[in-house]
């Protein structure tokens, strides 16, 4: 088989392992990057598969672009905005913390390691996964608040794990350490750069959307901004992840004006599919990745690795368990005497949620992976394919350990979501419902009276949907299931006319879109 047939096959064989995983999970009601690393972890060992190397250029420059762009697409700029204090604790100190803790405590733990070495393997650990945390979170039913907060906590986190990486690699590789302006310098331009070309090529971005009105031009519009922003921010030096991040979350919060609804409802579904396809080969790539890291090291045995990796797993949640503590009061002392935000001292319970929910991903492995081979004068990296199964354990541990026990951890503490109703939404909807019908009430008195009856029918449906947005969670429910019984009878019918041949196919489906819509508007989306 020619080199393009075996990428062809092994391309086709991933996509599958992820539709056949992504299967189990919704069978199993487990979040899928759960079970998609358990799943890799199982074939890697399965004779006949072929060996998937992760590359680590692959990742940042393919992977996480478009995964971060997502996630900060997803992200309510107001809630990010109002947690801002704590989302840094966490996603700056907190990899401080993790680094020096690492830096300190990996060797007097582990054979061969200083605390040059401690800095790298930190630095590589340190930032969560931007999917998996939420993902999980949001399956297991936390509550907003900390969602929002994990959120955007492991989209900035790849930034400032990822600076400490290249100084702690400048350290082992160079043998020196950067004087504080340096490392200073280089701390502000990627961070100013990176938020600087964000908001720049968001704003270019939203000046070309403004003259579009096609969807599959904006759809490919859409995926390649986040590309266009890594690269011209990687360009100069800046930050990427910042950039990506930012222009995400402004294009976002512009996308309501920019899109017509067409549109809006194409690029949603596209991105949907993109984010899962990505998301699931990579967390399955990570499970593949054990047989050909356990054949890179040399001198160790199955057992003493498998130890050293509990040991570092179990020291990288103690960190941030330690860490989540006096930063989140420290955060809500900010928040309540700087920020002047009318903020409850956080209860321990979910102070201590957000400490067990600090998942590793991709970057991490890939950071791993992608450390130099040799240091400056030609010699080994030392220590490096240690590094690497380290951090695969963690994040295997972190994946699964704390993935599996946060829905009975959330339950016992009382945290799991009521499943009622959001007020705020419902209220939302009741001041944009009555808003329609105080202009129908106005039209319809400066019309004329031959065109009352279709202002009364209007009426009447706005008034039906008014009633549904009522706060009784009991007559909500109930008002749902109707509509969605409904709607069920009016697809089976078309269905059957379309099967006598009394209508087209091309009219079902217009029938079709229309009830799509209009259930999609009903569940939410969900499904």
């Excluded at 979170?137 to 290249?166: C, K």
């Excluded at 959001?422 to 419902?433: I, P, Q, S, Y």
């Excluded at 029918?457 to 009633?467: I, P, T």
Aim: with cysteine; aromatic share 10%.
């Amino acid at each position: 088989m020619s080199e393009i047939g075996t990428i062809e096959f092994v391309f086709l064989l991933l996509l599958l392992f992820v539709i056949a995983f992504g299967i189990l999970a919704g069978k199993l009601k487990t979040p899928y990057p759960i079970v998609m690393v358990i799943g890799g972890l199982v074939l890697g060992f399965v004779p006949g598969i072929p060996t998937i190397s992760l590359d680590p250029e692959l990742i940042f420059l393919i992977v996480l672009p478009p995964l971060l762009y997502s996630s900060a697409w997803t992200t309510s700029w107001r809630e990010f905005r109002y947690n801002l204090i704590s989302i840094l604790s966490l996603a700056f100190g907190l990899v401080i913390f993790t680094v020096f803790g690492v830096a300190v405590i990996a060797p007097k733990v582990f054979e061969g390691f200083d605390w040059r070495l401690g800095l790298a393997l930190g630095a590589v650990v340190a930032p969560t996964d931007a999917i998996a945390a939420t993902s999980i979170a949001r399956r297991v039913g936390l509550p907003g608040r900390i969602v929002d907060t994990l959120e955007g906590e492991s989209m900035i986190n790849d930034a400032s794990g990822l600076l400490a990486l290249q100084f702690a690699i400048a350290i082992v590789v160079q043998r020196r350490v950067p004087t504080f302006a340096e490392a200073s310098l280089t701390f502000v331009w990627l961070i100013v750069g990176g938020i600087g070309l964000g908001l720049l090529v968001g704003w270019i971005t939203d000046q070309i959307e403004k003259r579009l009105d096609d969807g599959d031009i904006e759809i490919t519009l859409s995926i390649l901004v986040p590309y266009a922003v890594y690269l011209a921010a990687d360009a100069v030096k800046a930050s990427g992840v910042l950039a990506v991040v930012v222009c995400g979350l402004y294009l976002s919060r512009r996308s309501a004006t920019f899109f017509s609804p067409t549109v809006r409802l194409q690029t949603s579904s596209v991105w949907k599919s993109l984010t899962f396809v990505l998301n699931g080969l990579v967390f399955v790539l990570i499970g593949l990745q054990l047989p050909g890291i356990r054949a890179s090291i040399r001198g160790y045995s199955l057992r003493e690795l498998i130890l050293d990796g509990v040991i570092f797993s179990v020291l990288l949640i103690l960190l941030r368990l330690i860490w989540v503590f006096p930063g989140a009061w420290f955060s809500y002392f900010l928040r309540k005497r700087v920020a002047h935000q009318k903020e409850k001292r956080p209860p321990v319970r979910q102070i201590f949620v957000v400490g067990w929910t600090g998942m590793r991903g991709v970057v991490s492995l890939a950071a791993a992976i992608s450390l130099p081979a040799t240091l400056a004068d030609g010699t080994a990296f030392p220590q490096r394919n240690i590094i690497v199964f380290l951090t695969f354990c963690v994040i295997v541990v972190t994946l699964v350990l704390q993935g599996l026990t946060l829905p009975p951890l959330i339950r016992w503490l009382g945290l799991a979501a009521t499943g009622e109703p959001d007020e705020e939404e419902l209220k939302a909807r009741r001041v944009v419902l009555q808003a329609a019908l105080t202009y129908l009430g106005e039209a319809k008195a400066k019309d004329s009276e031959d065109t009352f009856e279709l202002y009364d029918d209007l009426v009447k449906h706005y008034n039906e949907r008014l009633a549904g947005t009522q706060p009784d969670a009991e007559a909500h429910d109930r008002h749902i299931e109707l509509k969605l019984q409904a709607l069920g009878i009016e697809r089976e019918t078309a269905i059957r006319l379309r099967n006598e041949g009394t209508i087209s196919d091309n009219v079902l489906r217009r029938i079709e879109r229309e009830l799509d819509l209009s259930e999609s508007r009903l569940t939410g989306g969900e499904g």
